[in-house]
């Protein structure tokens, strides 16, 4: 168990409606990192952070922003959902010097 | 940047068979990670192995950094081996993973 939580698990939501996504760690590691999977591309980076109020974007970050105000916690936020993002939502946590990533639970997003 | 090709792309054996899942990947590994996603979506860390050979129980991964591959061993395999399997290599200080397609591995009682 990596100490990692997500929430929601599970949402569905319209286009056009802002969605935000909480990824909590309980063990104040530094590198914070947001996948997400689609069938056919495997998972992709969308945004990482490397401490509190430090962010970068990833290979996909194109209508999502994220924000780091606490070490525990990353958001991910969808300013007006469209449904190319619907998908499954990853975070990660980076827990050593040597980046090994541990990943949690996942959140499945529908934008109908 | 890195590509990282995995195969075979699926896989099917009976239980107790033998496999072998390769990752291989344009540029040098710098921090490869073996990842199952089981049938539920949790992605499960298998090996950090970025040099060198491992082994946890029936399974095993050798990487071969200056031939720029990976392979995973799956021995005796077991219904719950089921699932994707990942491999990853992270770049730079950052550690952005770079994920390969995956390999689809179904195990038949």
């Known amino acids: 168990d990596a100490g990692i939580t997500q929430s929601p698990r599970h949402k569905v939501t319209e286009t056009g409606t802002p969605v935000t996504l909480r990824c909590h760690q309980t063990?104040?590691?530094?590198?914070m990192y947001w996948y997400r999977q689609d069938p056919g591309h495997g998972l992709r980076l969308i945004h990482y952070?490397?401490?509190?109020?430090?962010?970068d974007k990833g290979e996909v970050s194109d209508g999502y922003s994220v924000s780091r105000s606490k070490t525990e916690d990353f958001l991910l936020t969808l300013e007006s959902a469209t449904s190319s993002q619907t998908s499954v939502y990853f975070c990660?946590?980076?827990?050593?010097?040597?980046?090994?990533?541990?990943f949690g639970p996942g959140t499945r997003l529908t934008v109908l | 940047g890195i590509q990282v090709e995995q195969s075979p792309p699926d896989l099917i054996l009976q239980e107790g068979a033998n496999s072998t899942l390769r990752c291989n990947f344009s540029?040098?590994?710098?921090?490869l990670q073996w990842f199952h996603q089981n049938p539920w979506g949790q992605l499960i860390n298998l090996f950090y192995?970025?040099?060198g050979t491992k082994q946890n129980g029936r399974l095993s991964a050798t990487t071969v950094a200056t031939e720029r591959y990976s392979l995973l061993y799956i021995s005796s395999s077991q219904t719950t081996d089921s699932g994707v399997y990942f491999c990853?290599?992270?770049?730079?200080?950052?550690?952005?993973?770079?994920f390969g397609q995956g390999t689809t591995l179904q195990v038949k009682p």
């Open positions: 990660a946590i980076r827990k050593n010097k040597d980046n090994e990533q541990f």
């Open positions: 063990e104040n590691h530094r590198y």
């Open positions: 952070s490397y401490g509190v109020k430090d962010t």
């Open positions: 540029d040098s590994v710098n921090n």
């Open positions: 192995i970025p040099s």
């Open positions: 990853a290599d992270g770049s730079g200080n950052t550690g952005k993973l770079i």
